[in-house]
Protein backbone atom coordinates (compact mmCIF):
# COMPACT_ATOMS: atom_id res chain seq x y z
CA UNK A 1 0.00 0.00 0.00
CA UNK A 2 1.51 3.42 -1.00
CA UNK A 3 1.35 6.37 1.85
CA UNK A 4 -0.74 6.78 4.74
CA UNK A 5 -4.22 6.93 3.26
CA UNK A 6 -6.52 4.40 3.45
CA UNK A 7 -7.32 2.42 0.50
CA UNK A 8 -10.57 0.07 -0.05
CA UNK A 9 -9.64 -2.17 -2.82
CA UNK A 10 -11.46 -5.53 -4.25
CA UNK A 11 -10.87 -8.61 -6.30
CA UNK A 12 -14.00 -9.39 -8.63
CA UNK A 13 -14.08 -12.87 -10.13
CA UNK A 14 -16.40 -14.47 -11.91
CA UNK A 15 -17.30 -17.76 -10.91
CA UNK A 16 -17.40 -19.49 -14.21
CA UNK A 17 -14.80 -21.72 -13.37
CA UNK A 18 -11.63 -22.49 -11.59
CA UNK A 19 -9.45 -19.35 -10.59
CA UNK A 20 -5.84 -19.83 -12.61
CA UNK A 21 -2.41 -17.98 -12.33
CA UNK A 22 -3.45 -15.24 -13.60
CA UNK A 23 -6.42 -14.68 -10.95
CA UNK A 24 -4.03 -15.53 -7.42
CA UNK A 25 -1.79 -13.02 -9.40
CA UNK A 26 -4.63 -10.39 -9.77
CA UNK A 27 -5.84 -10.86 -6.20
CA UNK A 28 -2.81 -10.91 -4.63
CA UNK A 29 -2.53 -7.52 -6.13
CA UNK A 30 -5.52 -6.16 -5.12
CA UNK A 31 -5.15 -7.17 -1.53
CA UNK A 32 -1.64 -5.94 -1.66
CA UNK A 33 -2.24 -2.34 -2.74
CA UNK A 34 -5.48 -2.18 -0.16
CA UNK A 35 -4.88 -0.97 3.34
CA UNK A 36 -5.02 -3.06 5.99
CA UNK A 37 -8.63 -4.56 6.70
CA UNK A 38 -10.00 -2.63 3.53
CA UNK A 39 -9.90 -5.48 1.00
CA UNK A 40 -13.17 -6.92 -0.14
CA UNK A 41 -14.27 -9.48 -2.93
CA UNK A 42 -16.78 -9.60 -4.84
CA UNK A 43 -18.48 -12.19 -6.78
CA UNK A 44 -19.66 -11.26 -10.26
CA UNK A 45 -22.29 -13.70 -11.08
CA UNK A 46 -24.66 -11.80 -13.11
CA UNK A 47 -24.31 -14.08 -16.19
CA UNK A 48 -26.82 -16.73 -14.28
CA UNK A 49 -26.01 -19.58 -17.33
CA UNK A 50 -22.24 -19.49 -16.69
CA UNK A 51 -22.05 -19.07 -13.13
CA UNK A 52 -21.84 -21.94 -10.61
CA UNK A 53 -21.94 -22.12 -7.03
CA UNK A 54 -19.06 -24.94 -7.16
CA UNK A 55 -16.55 -22.37 -8.52
CA UNK A 56 -17.54 -20.02 -5.73
CA UNK A 57 -17.03 -22.19 -3.81
CA UNK A 58 -13.57 -22.88 -4.77
CA UNK A 59 -12.60 -19.27 -5.20
CA UNK A 60 -13.02 -19.12 -1.43
CA UNK A 61 -11.07 -21.91 -0.96
CA UNK A 62 -8.35 -21.01 -2.80
CA UNK A 63 -8.11 -17.50 -1.92
CA UNK A 64 -7.52 -18.79 1.63
CA UNK A 65 -5.10 -21.22 0.82
CA UNK A 66 -3.39 -18.25 -0.80
CA UNK A 67 -3.22 -16.66 2.82
CA UNK A 68 -5.66 -13.69 1.70
CA UNK A 69 -8.10 -12.47 4.35
CA UNK A 70 -11.26 -10.14 3.49
CA UNK A 71 -13.69 -8.41 4.93
CA UNK A 72 -17.25 -10.41 5.44
CA UNK A 73 -19.88 -10.43 4.26
CA UNK A 74 -19.04 -10.67 0.19
CA UNK A 75 -20.74 -9.05 -2.16
CA UNK A 76 -23.13 -10.82 -4.93
CA UNK A 77 -23.85 -9.40 -7.84
CA UNK A 78 -26.67 -11.64 -8.43
CA UNK A 79 -28.22 -10.05 -4.98
CA UNK A 80 -28.11 -6.59 -6.17
CA UNK A 81 -30.61 -6.41 -9.23
CA UNK A 82 -32.29 -3.65 -7.40
CA UNK A 83 -29.43 -1.66 -7.61
CA UNK A 84 -28.50 -2.18 -10.96
CA UNK A 85 -32.57 -1.24 -11.63
CA UNK A 86 -32.02 2.39 -10.38
CA UNK A 87 -28.94 3.11 -11.54
CA UNK A 88 -30.56 2.02 -15.32
CA UNK A 89 -33.68 4.18 -14.41
CA UNK A 90 -30.76 7.10 -13.96
CA UNK A 91 -29.63 6.67 -17.27
CA UNK A 92 -32.89 6.63 -18.85
CA UNK A 93 -32.42 9.59 -20.24
CA UNK A 94 -29.76 8.61 -22.26
CA UNK A 95 -30.81 5.29 -23.01
CA UNK A 96 -32.37 3.44 -25.91
CA UNK A 97 -33.51 -0.28 -26.77
CA UNK A 98 -32.18 -2.46 -29.31
CA UNK A 99 -32.97 -5.49 -30.94
CA UNK A 100 -30.18 -6.21 -33.44
CA UNK A 101 -28.66 -9.65 -33.10
CA UNK A 102 -25.05 -9.89 -33.99
CA UNK A 103 -25.53 -10.50 -37.36
CA UNK A 104 -27.41 -7.64 -37.58
CA UNK A 105 -25.00 -5.79 -36.04
CA UNK A 106 -22.10 -7.28 -38.83
CA UNK A 107 -24.34 -6.69 -41.67
CA UNK A 108 -24.50 -3.12 -41.06
CA UNK A 109 -21.05 -2.77 -40.35
CA UNK A 110 -19.64 -4.69 -42.73
CA UNK A 111 -21.94 -2.79 -46.09
CA UNK A 112 -19.34 0.04 -46.00
CA UNK A 113 -16.17 -1.14 -44.78
CA UNK A 114 -14.28 -4.28 -45.94
CA UNK A 115 -11.99 -6.22 -44.09
CA UNK A 116 -12.31 -6.54 -40.06
CA UNK A 117 -15.00 -5.03 -38.90
CA UNK A 118 -14.68 -1.99 -36.09
CA UNK A 119 -14.40 -3.65 -32.90
CA UNK A 120 -13.56 -1.80 -28.92
CA UNK A 121 -13.63 -3.04 -25.32
CA UNK A 122 -17.30 -3.77 -25.71
CA UNK A 123 -17.39 -5.47 -29.14
CA UNK A 124 -18.31 -4.53 -32.42
CA UNK A 125 -18.68 -0.87 -33.06
CA UNK A 126 -22.68 -0.27 -32.64
CA UNK A 127 -24.05 1.12 -35.86
CA UNK A 128 -26.52 2.54 -34.43
CA UNK A 129 -29.50 1.35 -36.16
CA UNK A 130 -31.44 1.55 -32.62
CA UNK A 131 -30.79 4.90 -31.75
CA UNK A 132 -33.35 7.25 -31.29
CA UNK A 133 -36.28 4.18 -30.36
CA UNK A 134 -37.85 5.13 -27.10
CA UNK A 135 -37.23 3.04 -24.14
CA UNK A 136 -41.41 2.91 -23.91
CA UNK A 137 -41.49 0.40 -26.65
CA UNK A 138 -38.85 -1.97 -24.97
CA UNK A 139 -39.10 -5.54 -25.95
CA UNK A 140 -38.55 -7.76 -23.20
CA UNK A 141 -35.91 -9.77 -25.09
CA UNK A 142 -34.24 -5.90 -26.52
CA UNK A 143 -31.22 -4.82 -24.79
CA UNK A 144 -30.35 -1.97 -23.74
CA UNK A 145 -27.88 0.49 -24.75
CA UNK A 146 -26.22 3.70 -24.22
CA UNK A 147 -26.91 6.45 -26.56
CA UNK A 148 -23.11 7.94 -25.90
CA UNK A 149 -23.37 11.28 -27.97
CA UNK A 150 -26.32 12.25 -26.40
CA UNK A 151 -24.81 11.27 -22.47
CA UNK A 152 -21.34 12.98 -23.55
CA UNK A 153 -23.76 16.50 -24.49
CA UNK A 154 -25.47 15.93 -21.39
CA UNK A 155 -22.36 16.15 -19.42
CA UNK A 156 -21.04 19.15 -21.63
CA UNK A 157 -17.55 17.06 -21.71
CA UNK A 158 -15.64 16.89 -24.68
CA UNK A 159 -12.91 14.17 -22.68
CA UNK A 160 -12.54 11.57 -20.24
CA UNK A 161 -9.91 11.03 -17.90
CA UNK A 162 -8.95 8.73 -15.26
CA UNK A 163 -5.69 8.22 -13.32
CA UNK A 164 -3.69 4.74 -13.11
CA UNK A 165 -1.10 4.34 -10.33
CA UNK A 166 1.54 2.45 -12.52
CA UNK A 167 0.83 3.27 -16.10
CA UNK A 168 1.84 7.22 -15.85
CA UNK A 169 1.27 7.68 -12.82
CA UNK A 170 0.70 11.19 -11.38
CA UNK A 171 -0.60 11.83 -14.90
CA UNK A 172 -4.14 12.04 -16.44
CA UNK A 173 -5.02 9.39 -18.86
CA UNK A 174 -7.33 11.22 -21.36
CA UNK A 175 -10.07 10.08 -23.97
CA UNK A 176 -11.86 12.65 -26.15
CA UNK A 177 -15.66 12.43 -26.85
CA UNK A 178 -14.54 11.97 -30.56
CA UNK A 179 -12.30 8.40 -29.85
CA UNK A 180 -14.92 7.69 -27.66
CA UNK A 181 -17.21 7.54 -30.25
CA UNK A 182 -15.25 5.85 -32.78
CA UNK A 183 -13.59 3.61 -30.45
CA UNK A 184 -15.91 2.42 -27.91
CA UNK A 185 -19.64 3.18 -29.08
CA UNK A 186 -23.01 2.82 -27.83
CA UNK A 187 -22.27 0.42 -25.32
CA UNK A 188 -24.68 -2.12 -23.60
CA UNK A 189 -25.71 -1.29 -20.19
CA UNK A 190 -28.41 -4.25 -19.70
CA UNK A 191 -27.82 -7.15 -21.68
CA UNK A 192 -30.70 -9.93 -22.82
CA UNK A 193 -32.70 -11.46 -19.74
CA UNK A 194 -29.74 -10.25 -17.48
CA UNK A 195 -30.84 -6.90 -16.50
CA UNK A 196 -27.23 -5.18 -16.41
CA UNK A 197 -24.01 -5.50 -17.95
CA UNK A 198 -20.60 -6.29 -16.81
CA UNK A 199 -19.75 -2.30 -17.00
CA UNK A 200 -23.29 -1.09 -15.44
CA UNK A 201 -22.68 -3.45 -12.34
CA UNK A 202 -19.15 -3.02 -11.91
CA UNK A 203 -19.60 0.92 -11.91
CA UNK A 204 -22.35 0.59 -9.18
CA UNK A 205 -20.64 -1.94 -7.08
CA UNK A 206 -17.08 -0.16 -7.13
CA UNK A 207 -19.07 2.61 -5.68
CA UNK A 208 -21.51 1.07 -3.52
CA UNK A 209 -18.55 -0.93 -1.75
CA UNK A 210 -16.40 2.43 -1.19
CA UNK A 211 -13.41 1.21 -3.50
CA UNK A 212 -10.94 3.86 -4.01
CA UNK A 213 -8.39 1.74 -5.96
CA UNK A 214 -9.93 -0.82 -8.57
CA UNK A 215 -7.17 -3.30 -9.20
CA UNK A 216 -7.56 -5.45 -12.35
CA UNK A 217 -5.45 -6.63 -15.85
CA UNK A 218 -4.50 -4.59 -18.37
CA UNK A 219 -6.84 -6.20 -20.93
CA UNK A 220 -9.47 -4.37 -19.47
CA UNK A 221 -7.99 -1.18 -19.52
CA UNK A 222 -10.07 0.22 -22.29
CA UNK A 223 -13.45 -0.94 -20.56
CA UNK A 224 -12.05 1.54 -17.83
CA UNK A 225 -13.31 4.31 -20.27
CA UNK A 226 -16.59 3.24 -20.49
CA UNK A 227 -16.90 3.20 -16.55
CA UNK A 228 -15.44 7.16 -16.09
CA UNK A 229 -18.20 7.55 -18.48
CA UNK A 230 -20.58 5.78 -16.37
CA UNK A 231 -19.41 7.14 -13.15
CA UNK A 232 -19.98 10.90 -14.61
CA UNK A 233 -23.43 9.70 -15.77
CA UNK A 234 -24.74 8.45 -12.11
CA UNK A 235 -22.77 10.96 -9.99
CA UNK A 236 -20.37 8.41 -8.75
CA UNK A 237 -16.74 8.95 -7.55
CA UNK A 238 -13.49 7.73 -10.26
CA UNK A 239 -11.80 5.68 -8.23
CA UNK A 240 -8.16 5.77 -8.78
CA UNK A 241 -7.30 2.18 -11.42
CA UNK A 242 -4.30 -0.23 -11.10
CA UNK A 243 -3.91 -2.25 -14.65
CA UNK A 244 -1.57 -4.65 -13.61
CA UNK A 245 0.55 -7.07 -16.44
CA UNK A 246 -0.90 -10.59 -17.54
CA UNK A 247 -0.24 -13.47 -16.61
CA UNK A 248 0.83 -15.76 -19.93
CA UNK A 249 1.59 -19.07 -20.51
CA UNK A 250 5.24 -20.78 -21.76
CA UNK A 251 4.09 -19.60 -25.34
CA UNK A 252 3.31 -16.14 -24.19
CA UNK A 253 -0.53 -16.19 -24.45
CA UNK A 254 -2.70 -15.14 -21.93
CA UNK A 255 -3.68 -17.52 -19.41
CA UNK A 256 -7.93 -18.67 -19.60
CA UNK A 257 -10.14 -20.61 -17.19
CA UNK A 258 -10.19 -23.67 -19.77
CA UNK A 259 -6.61 -24.14 -19.12
CA UNK A 260 -6.65 -26.31 -16.11
CA UNK A 261 -2.93 -27.39 -15.75
CA UNK A 262 -2.97 -23.75 -14.48
CA UNK A 263 -5.61 -23.61 -11.88
CA UNK A 264 -5.07 -22.99 -8.40
CA UNK A 265 -6.41 -25.98 -7.31
CA UNK A 266 -3.82 -28.24 -9.91
CA UNK A 267 -0.88 -26.25 -8.61
CA UNK A 268 -2.48 -27.05 -4.92
CA UNK A 269 -3.00 -31.00 -5.35
CA UNK A 270 0.70 -31.34 -7.05
CA UNK A 271 1.55 -30.25 -2.93
CA UNK A 272 2.60 -26.70 -4.47
CA UNK A 273 3.10 -24.78 -1.25
CA UNK A 274 1.20 -20.76 -1.28
CA UNK A 275 4.48 -19.30 -0.97
CA UNK A 276 6.08 -21.22 -4.26
CA UNK A 277 2.51 -20.66 -5.85
CA UNK A 278 3.63 -16.61 -5.33
CA UNK A 279 6.93 -16.97 -6.83
CA UNK A 280 5.49 -18.31 -9.49
CA UNK A 281 3.40 -15.47 -10.46
CA UNK A 282 6.90 -13.01 -9.55
CA UNK A 283 4.35 -11.66 -6.72
N1 LIG B 1 -15.23 -9.99 -13.14
C1 LIG B 1 -14.16 -9.61 -14.01
C2 LIG B 1 -13.31 -10.82 -14.36
O1 LIG B 1 -13.40 -11.83 -13.69
C3 LIG B 1 -13.24 -8.56 -13.38
C4 LIG B 1 -13.93 -7.29 -13.21
C5 LIG B 1 -13.09 -6.13 -12.71
O2 LIG B 1 -12.08 -6.32 -12.05
O3 LIG B 1 -13.49 -5.02 -12.99
O4 LIG B 1 -12.55 -10.73 -15.29
Redesign the pocket.
Known amino acids: MAGDTVRRG?????PTGLLHLG?AY?ALVAAREASEGQFLLRI?DIDRDRCKTEFEAAIYEDLAWLGLEWQRPVMRQSERMEAYRAALAQLAPFSYPCRCRRGDIRAALSAPQEGALPAGPDGLIYPGTCRGRHLSKAAPDDVIRLDTARAFDALGLDRLSFRDETIMPGHDHSLTRDEFLDGIGDVILSRRGMGTS?HLA?VVD?AAQGIDI????KD?FD?TWIHTLLQKLLKLPTPLYHHHRLIRDDTGKRLAKRDDARTIRHYRDEGTSPADLRRLVGF
Open positions: RFAPSHAEYVDVTRGLS
